[in-house]
């Protein structure tokens, strides 16, 4: 919850507090896209910007990454790292010995029961957020020791659980049952969004479609554009009959994959369609629908590409106002 703003004109939270930031935004962890020059354009502009540790081929790589955002930035960032279920998992112990060595302060986890990495990250005084797309997890996180929790509404972007909560009644339900501070992720795109998820008992607000439309964001203009000119109905759920949900662009790849698994098919029908190299191509060639790709329902409050640290201002000033006067009670009987 807030306690009030400064006379810079920031909003300061629990969040804001715990994890050294100015401003109660962060850049989620977004596969591809969560490189050095966006995370520092993020932290540079008051947020907290997000590396993602697996956009990176091996821990070395991290590390040249994680260096490479420090030359652009001197503000606290932090790095994503996903573990889940896969035929060949990635090296994890040594992207967390990486991580540690680099001297990352925070770091953003996401997928499995984030138990595993804790201890090494708590040996070295760095603090967690864990993803949650569900109360009950959030508060197996709690108790696991992390510092935070980004609770993940239904119009989320990726993976937003299997209970189909949106955040309206997730956020509040999730503050209602932790502790620790709460980020609001799912539909968020403005200052309104900020305002809302702080009037709903949350710390703060995690974003990956707003700010995978900057243009610090390492994504073809097309997807950008597209992004412009979708409504918050241009996305697919896919894998629903499979229970691994996950929101992606509507395209002909995706209404392909939902046609197949709504027709009875199974994993090895749509494999190769929804194969992570296809949606990496979407990105870096601007061909639409050479795969799937992520995007929140947000994008239909997503209307141009600014640079991310002028996302980031401009949210929190919105806030403010929305705050401080549209949402100011007036004194007497009758509240309009």
């Known amino acids: 919850m807030t306690d009030g703003t400064n006379a810079g004109g920031a909003l300061r939270t629990r969040f804001t507090e715990t994890f050294g930031i100015t401003h109660p935004v962060v850049q989620g962890g977004m596969q591809w896209v969560g490189r050095a020059e966006l ?58 010995r990486v991580i540690v060595e680099s001297g990352v302060g925070i770091v953003e986890t996401a997928g499995s029961n984030p138990e595993p990495h804790l201890p090494l990250f708590q040996e070295h005084g760095v603090k967690v957020i864990h993803k949650c797309t569900s109360v009950r997890h959030a508060l197996k996180a709690q108790s696991s020791g992390v510092d935070a929790v980004s609770i993940d509404g239904f119009e989320c972007a990726g993976h937003p659980g299997e209970d189909d909560i949106p955040g309206l009644v997730l956020i509040p339900a999730a503050v209602d049952r932790l502790t620790i501070p709460v980020l609001a992720s799912g539909g968020f795109a403005d200052g309104r969004g900020l305002a809302a998820a702080l009037a709903l008992g949350a710390d703060g607000i995690n974003m990956g479609t707003r700010f995978l439309c900057t243009q610090e964001a390492p994504v073809h203009d097309a997807v950008k554009k597209a992004i412009v000119t979708g409504s918050e109905r241009d996305t697919n759920l896919i894998f629903r009959t499979l229970r691994n949900t996950s929101r992606v662009s509507r395209n002909a790849v995706s209404d392909k994959v939902v046609a197949i ?27 639409l629908n050479a795969g799937v790709w992520s995007v929140g329902m947000a994008q239909g409050l997503i209307h141009d590409i600014p640079p991310a640290g002028e996302v980031v201002g401009r949210i929190v000033r919105d806030a403010i106002n929305v705050l401080s006067s549209r949402l100011a009670l007036v004194a007497g009987p009758t509240v309009r």
Do not use: K
């Open 39 to 96: 995370a520092a354009a993020v932290s540079n502009g008051g947020g907290l910007g997000i590396l993602t540790a697996l956009t990176q081929p091996t821990p070395e790589d991290l590390a040249r990454e994680i260096q490479r955002t420090r030359d652009l930035t001197d503000a606290p960032f932090g790095v994503n790292l996903t573990t889940l279920p896969t035929i060949t998992p990635p090296p994890y112990e040594e992207y967390r």
């Open 261 to 287: 698994l709504d027709a009875g098919g199974t994993f090895d029908d749509i494999r190769e369609l929804v194969a992570g190299v296809r949606g990496r191509q979407v990105y870096e060639s601007g061909d």
